[in-house]
């Protein structure tokens, strides 16, 4: 039988730091992307594709802004959702053309999908994941004073049942003319809504696109019921619960850099090519591994192997795919 | 084995005319279309659902356009696909959770559609769907001298040719203020891409969301190579073909009013409870329904019949759903 692989592509995948993100230059990264995606197809390998929403949902939300005044803003779950419509289109329709130019005849569907994530999670009662501009205080206190934000509020509970969590503004630089910014609940993904329905379509052979920008946050209320929420979820961490959900052998990490470093920055860093869940565990501990960067991705692959009980993990960039699935690069994570 | 049912919602389901849009009123609405959903779930059908997207297809166009110095603007597929997505999601939660209040276990899922039409198809030499604001003759005019938008022209091949089939502007209404008006294509749906995917899923009894809107509109140029388009596929037309790609029983209509009216407004009305796909037939060819109205909706109809070997279809409104469904009201169109 073929082997899964979930593929996480990130971020500069879809839309580059110095690009305005227009539907053109979307495209032609979508097409780099699948590019190295078809080759996995060609080697047989059975694929899944979760990816990342950053730019989409902020340039969502700068329209949101601009038009305020005629149209209602929806909240953070609502443009997830959307961000997932639009990538998902754009890769899939990239892929199915791609496997068409092969004369194959592969399946490829973007799934929407919820991500659930517990009430009790502690990033609701002090939000941590910065989003959106940068504000000068004035700018912070006038927010704060016209719409519903609280400043630097005190980390508790009474956030998640104001339903302030997504209305949080922090100083998350100490210093500078624009040091506040919107902070907005990053809880940790806990299964993928729709395991079934994905699990499903992967069984049957499709190339699916799943969990889109970390998967529409959403968390479970009594009886199982769900609700989404101002927030957002680590797209690394969730494409594992996707991996867990399909029984994925492989997971596939993809970022900016072709390895992993330990004591990056410093003089003394060093590229490591593999490491066992015992090593990525002490090294995540020693604090080699940056929270907002490389951490969540390693977190995510030592998660692959202990609780997905995966074969590997694989974090490299996207131009050495190939390379690094034949172990020449790249940093494996393995039992 | 349980009867296959193809649902199509009408805009209003999800955005009543008089309401602004905000997310509540969305899910209201959502609520209240899934509940009848609901009910035809529990009688033991097998739903597949596909809705509309007119109104949030535009507001997103407004916010688009009150940003487009910040942020890039994206063409229609792209705006539809985002759509699927918003729209998906909160039908699949809600859906979701009548289902776990009923104790029950069906998967729901979102698929992101495109849909096919042809390269050839009138509506690209003269486009006809009018969507957006109403201008006057100074503002088309001054849209027209800064951006690539040509008014009332000609019809034929080279607005294709040269990308301008979404950059129309024609004179809609005969007088008024603001007589002027974006057109654009809405050419005849084929075929839905994602068939293969949505008939696996369905198969294994969940219940899918597709085709949302029309589906993302694309073309296939040679060799099946698949290409978005700035136009808008009629929603009722694109659900039939969803419904054939899912070998449906029933095509079920689901739109403003309870019944079809013959000679509709005039003084000899009256209301048609069973009309064969001959007479459906007879009484179009006759004008007694309107093209942007009840007229792709009977044309939905007589295609299930006869392209797609259907056993019925039924046109009724939303809160009539269980009477029409045991034919105490609605229409019902049969072979």
Chains 1, 2 share one sequence.
Request: hydrophobic content about 40%; glycine content about 10%.
């Amino acid at each position: 039988m073929d082997k899964t692989i979930v593929v996480a592509l990130g971020g500069n995948a879809i839309k580059q730091a110095h690009e305005k993100g227009t539907n053109e230059e979307q495209f032609k990264n979508v097409g780099t992307a699948c590019s190295a995606i078809m080759n996995l197809i060609k080697e047989g390998y059975e694929v899944v594709i979760t990816h990342g929403n950053g730019p989409q949902s902020g340039n969502l939300m700068v329209q949101q802004e601009a038009a305020k005044n005629k149209v209602p803003a929806m909240p953070m779950d609502v443009v997830g959702s959307m961000t997932q419509g639009q990538i998902g289109y754009m890769i899939q329709q990239t892929l199915q053309n791609l496997i068409a130019q092969e004369g194959k005849d592969i399946p490829v569907a973007t799934v929407v999908t919820q991500v659930v994530v517990s009430k009790d999670d502690p990033d609701f009662e002090d939000p941590s994941k910065p989003v959106g501009n940068f504000f000068t205080k004035e700018e912070a206190e006038a927010l704060a004073a016209k719409e519903r934000y609280v400043i630097n509020p005190p980390p508790g509970k009474e956030f998640l049942e104001k339903k302030m969590a997504g209305y949080v503004i922090k100083q998350v630089k100490p210093t500078g003319d624009r040091p506040f910014r919107r902070v907005v609940p990053s809880p940790d993904p806990i299964r993928v809504a729709e395991a079934k329905a994905i699990k499903v379509l992967v069984d049957a052979g499709t190339v699916v696109i799943a969990s889109g920008g970390g998967g529409v946050p959403v968390m479970e209320k009594d009886g199982g019921i769900l609700a989404g929420l101002d927030g957002v979820i680590d797209k690394d961490k969730a494409g594992e619960r996707l991996a867990e959900a399909v029984n994925a052998d492989i997971f596939l990490v993809l970022t900016d850099i072709e390895v992993v470093y330990l004591n990056f920055g410093k003089e003394n860093q060093k590229t490591v090519n593999k490491m066992t869940v015992a090593e990525a565990k002490k090294y995540l501990e020693e604090g080699h591994f940056l929270a907002g960067s490389m951490g969540p991705k390693v977190l995510a692959c030592i998660r692959f192997i202990e609780e997905a009980k995966g074969e590997k993990a694989i974090i490299t960039s996207l131009d050495k795919v190939g390379d690094a699935m034949k172990g020449k690069t790249g940093t494996v994570i393995v039992p």
